[in-house]
């Protein structure tokens, strides 16, 4: 009897098998289309993102100008960088201090980079660092203290940027932030936008024996004792007493109100007579701070040692 759930069709006919190299080759298949698809894109991703790449720089440099090369002369940056103090010696003993600094050849004060001595009497300490632009390009310069308590009395920072036009000349103050038996710092000059092309002048700092309470520093109105020579022949060509304002004293000469920072003095202020309580040191000055700029002057070429003792400082 023929129940009308029993097919009547044989099961190969209803159900027939699916032959077994279609199951075998058409995933490999897919699978090797899908890859070359993707090789594809990612080639052509590769080529339109290096084609962006080179049209976004093309368009940066055309909106900023071609990269910045730091000016130089003959091998060497065109700024250089001292202390003021007559305490400077060649900074990695690779080359030799001139016999006569005026009758140098070249544009440069000095041979090479800097290593000087600061003798200092006790925090709060000042001294005097200068930058000289020696070439005729204008310079954008980043000035950074490496090492430790030391800063820029400007800012009290210890990074500053200086804008030097062609041949110009600047003085910074720095202090001394504690009262450090020894310590070596390093300040470094670069380029604004090429970090690369920079100078460095080494500062060994040690404790001297006069400490003293109150430091001369920028715009005190002190009276000193100076003493002149011609740095290179010994020559002495000046002395006395003259009331100046340190730092930027525009009744003399650039570099000397600049000698005056630094000067120490007790709480006295050498305003008792018969006391003598001031400091001194000794400055070197070069043509560019001295009488440089002095057309015809018989010391425009010459280099200038100072040295100078504070006798008073008046309470301001």
């Known amino acids: 009897m023929t129940r009308s759930w029993i097919s009547d069709t044989p099961d190969e006919v209803e159900h027939p098998p699916v032959p077994l190299g279609l199951n075998e080759m058409t995933v490999p298949r897919a699978a090797i289309l899908l890859s070359l698809g993707t090789a594809l894109v990612l080639l052509l991703s590769t080529i339109w993102l290096g084609w962006a790449a080179w049209h976004f720089n093309a368009n940066l440099e055309a909106s900023f100008g071609p990269a910045t090369e730091a000016p130089s002369i003959d091998g060497r940056w065109t700024w250089e960088v001292d202390l003021l103090f007559d305490t400077c010696s060649p900074r990695e003993d690779d080359w030799t201090w001139p016999d006569n600094l005026a009758e140098q050849d070249g544009v440069f004060l000095y041979p090479g980079e800097l290593r000087c001595d600061w003798e200092h009497q006790g925090d709060g300490d000042r001294a005097s660092v200068v930058v000289y632009n020696r070439g005729n390009e204008s310079l954008n310069l980043v000035l950074e203290i490496q090492g430790g308590d030391v800063v820029f009395s400007a800012t009290d920072e210890t990074g500053a940027v200086l804008n030097l036009e062609g041949n ?10 504690d009262d450090v038996s020894e310590s070596d710092i390093t300040i470094s000059v ?3 936008t090429v970090v690369d092309a920079e100078v460095l002048l080494d500062v060994h700092i040690f404790e001297g024996t006069e400490e003293r309470d ?5 715009n005190d109105r002190i009276e000193v004792h100076y003493i002149l020579w011609n740095a290179d022949t010994e020559e002495k060509l000046d002395e006395g007493d003259l009331l100046v304002t340190a730092g930027d004293d525009p009744a003399w000469i650039y570099g000397f109100g600049w000698s005056a920072i630094g000067l120490d003095i007790d709480n006295d202020r050498g305003l008792i007579p018969g006391i003598d309580t001031g400091t001194a040191h000794t400055t070197l000055l070069p043509p560019p701070i001295a009488y440089g700029n002095s057309d015809g ?5 010459a280099w200038l040692r100072f040295e100078l003792k504070v006798d008073r400082a008046p309470i301001s």
Do not use: A, C, K, T
């Open 168 to 177: 110009e000349s600047r003085i910074v103050e720095i202090e001394l932030l």
């Open 190 to 192: 670069s380029h604004l």
């Open 214 to 218: 109150i430091h001369v520093n920028d």
């Open 297 to 301: 002057h018989e010391l425009q070429d």
